[in-house]
């Protein structure tokens, strides 16, 4: 099979799953661009793991980052909300801004900055606490004393995660009781509580069997219409059937950023080709 | 000849015996200490459990002081009794008790761990969380490890100097402060001399060093996912130090803080260092009971000033004095001490397990 036609029969997958959610516009995306990213360079110490990278994220729109193992995808999604700065001995030159500010301004506050640009991580990381407390974390720092607001927000959260139907009965459980697919739902609600505009997820689905995968894919195609979506994934067919667009990074380079449908049928750079048809990585 | 592949190899029979005498060994070291423990157990038991049987010579001088009935029956029939424990030390062995030494341990133990933990974890949190990694972290880590290592007696001398005289800042004769709180007045004597507050400022020195360390430990197995999850939800450091790290580790910190106390409960050459009396018939404020506190509240703030006596320097005392019966005391003090001790550690344990189940990650 070749890549044109594996990749048609993706298109074809995604567009009866949008037959199927009737309800939604296909494209939900503006031409207005959420972040933009120009001449980024990351250092851990001495080592520098990203270079000269920029590219543009869509508003309301999901863009996949694909490549072989260490080339600096998780890096350059930590870089988007600064979730670097924790490491010590970091550094990074080159601008990144969120609708037009620079986040790395010296009077920006990443607590604020975390707050519009959410993120789930590759690991599923529930607090060991109980369900509602975990969803109700975020909005609670956030000052949210209301009892009342917060059993809304986190209904309201677990729904568009779609884990409400299957934790209703038990909000005082454990977390750590869910299964591994549920505790990643239960994460991505947590995220989607403290109502960011961005989600940034890190391989969200790696860790989990197909359905639950599927069910994660489908989220994602919910949460386009509303949040900016930026996504780590291994899994090309992964990449094809959820996204909008794609960038290969090889590395620590950005090879290439294009639609989704074009850098999976027609790449422009040898690399992406030899990648995406498994030649290498 | 053996073929390749047969299942009886007498070679191996050898490694097997030689795995054996290894098991054997092991098994052996570990009950050696069990022995030992059971022996001393047994013979301090027995002690606490029995007077000396009188030689001739007690028999002839009780004969000569004929005690009537009335004493008599005042006099304990066993060293380890319920009146043990409600009674002071006294001249007459069968009289003595240890209520002064445990009033006074009680008021060491509540004063060393207000003391201890906010002060150590505070700088268990700090160095962990706060602190960069950097030359002056790895001294004062290295120093912790030392200090934890340094004898007793050492903080003993430093007790004397810095909290019973206070380098002798307050003349001959000291100063009282009278402070007024609002509900009552509080004499705070300078130096302390040889009073609870400065007994218990000393063990604190004596422990902090383990309870930072301890509770740096336990901060450190808190997974760095849980801190960076909080943090990718808009929580500030505080807030996630507060909400998930602190926590997270409460259990492991503290099981290290009880093992702690319990260490300076049971220390005794530092105390002595700094002068707390060997023979002392009064609880420290004169607090002997709730009755008491509920009588003369003001005692409270009279008590961590007063002059007081611990069950290690009780035990101590009776071990020096030459009559037999004295020692059989001293056995029953040992037993009153273990009894506390492990109801200590007990505590420790219970934490642990409670705790663990709940947060697995
Ligand atoms: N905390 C760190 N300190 C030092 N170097 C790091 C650190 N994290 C990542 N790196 C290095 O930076 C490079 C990029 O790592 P990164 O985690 O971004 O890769 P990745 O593309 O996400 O890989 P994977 O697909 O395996 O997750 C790698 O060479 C890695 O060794
Ligand atoms: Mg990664």
């Avoid at chain 1, 993706?10 to 296909?26: F, I």
């Avoid at chain 2, 043990?84 to 060393?112: E, H, M, N």
């Avoid at chain 2, 009279?302 to 069950?311: G, I, K, M, Y």
Wanted: net charge positive; hydrophobic share 45%.
């Amino acid at each position: 099979m070749t890549i044109m036609q594996s990749f048609s029969e993706l298109m074809h997958q995604r567009q009866q799953r949008e037959t199927v959610k009737r309800s939604r516009p296909v494209e939900t995306e503006t031409d207005v661009s959420k972040l933009e990213v120009s001449n980024l360079n990351f250092f851990y110490g001495e080592k520098q793991a990203l270079f000269d990278v920029s590219m543009t994220v869509p508003e309301r729109s999901v863009t996949a980052f694909i490549g072989p193992s260490g080339c600096g995808k998780s890096t350059f999604l930590r870089t988007l909300n600064r979730m670097n700065d924790i490491i010590e001995g970091t550094r990074l030159t080159g601008k990144v801004t969120l609708e037009g500010q620079d986040i790395y301004a010296d009077d920006v506050d990443v607590v604020a900055l975390r707050k519009r640009v959410g993120m789930v991580f590759q690991k599923s990381t529930p607090f060991p606490k109980s369900i509602f407390e975990n969803v109700a974390y975020g909005p609670k720092i956030a000052g949210q004393r209301n009892q009342k607001e917060l059993q809304g927000i986190v209904e309201q959260s677990l729904k568009r995660a779609a884990l409400w139907e299957e934790v209703k009965d038990r909000m005082q459980d454990s977390a750590l009781a869910l299964s591994g697919g549920q505790q990643q739902r239960l994460c991505i609600a947590r995220a989607l509580a403290t109502n960011p505009d961005v989600l940034l997820m890190d391989e969200p689905a790696s860790a989990l069997d197909p359905a639950s995968t599927a069910r994660i894919e489908d989220l994602i195609f919910e949460l386009k219409q509303n949040y900016t979506i930026v996504i780590v994934t291994h899994n090309m067919q992964q990449a094809a059937r959820i996204s909008d667009w794609t960038a290969f990074f090889f590395q620590g380079y950005l090879i290439e950023k294009d639609r989704t449908q074009k850098l999976f049928t027609t790449p422009k750079k040898k690399q992406t080709e030899d990648y995406i048809t498994g030649r290498f990585g | 000849m053996s073929v390749s592949g047969n299942l009886r190899e007498p070679a191996l029979a050898k490694r097997h015996r030689i795995g054996q005498l290894f098991e054997w060994l092991c098994c052996g070291s570990t009950w050696f200490g069990m022995v030992v423990l059971a022996l001393l157990l047994l013979s301090i038991g027995w002690k606490a459990m029995a007077w000396p049987t009188p030689d001739a010579d007690a028999v002839d001088r009780a004969a000569a002081t004929k005690t009537d009935a009335k004493v008599a029956a005042s006099l304990s029939p066993r060293p380890l009794s319920a009146r043990f424990l409600t009674s002071y030390d006294s001249r007459i062995p069968q009289k003595a008790g240890i209520k002064a030494a445990l009033w006074g341990s009680l008021w060491l133990l509540v004063f060393v761990a207000i003391t201890t933990v906010p002060v150590g974890v505070g700088a268990a949190v700090y160095l962990e969380e706060y602190s960069n990694e950097g030359r002056w972290k790895r001294i004062i880590q290295v120093n912790l490890s030392n200090l934890a290592g340094v004898p007793s007696i050492v903080y003993g001398i430093l007790g004397l100097t810095v909290f019973v005289r206070m380098f002798g800042l307050f003349g001959h004769d000291g100063k009282v402060l009278d402070l007024n709180l609002g509900f009552a007045m509080l004499s705070l004597p300078l130096p302390f001399e040889r009073s609870v507050i400065s007994g218990a400022l000393t063990l604190s020195l004596l422990v902090l060093p383990t309870v930072i360390v301890s509770a740096q430990e336990a901060l450190r197995a808190v997974p760095s996912s849980i801190r960076n999850a909080s943090y990718a939800l808009g929580a500030t450091q505080w807030q996630t130090i507060r909400h998930q790290v602190l926590p997270a580790a409460m259990p492991g910190i503290m099981t290290g803080v009880i093992l702690s106390l319990s260490r300076a409960m049971g220390e005794t050459a530092p105390l002595i260092m700094i002068g707390a009396l060997t023979y002392l018939a009064k609880c420290p404020g004169k607090i002997d009971g709730v009755a008491a506190v509920w009588e003369h509240p003001t005692r409270l703030l009279e008590a961590p000033f007063d002059v007081f006596t611990s069950l290690p320097i009780q035990i101590f005392n009776w071990v020096s004095r030459a009559q037999p019966e004295y020692d059989h005391l001293a056995a029953a003090g040992i037993m009153v001490l273990l009894v506390v001790l492990m109801v200590m550690n007990t505590a420790a344990i219970l934490i642990r397990n409670r705790f663990q189940r709940r947060t697995q990650w």
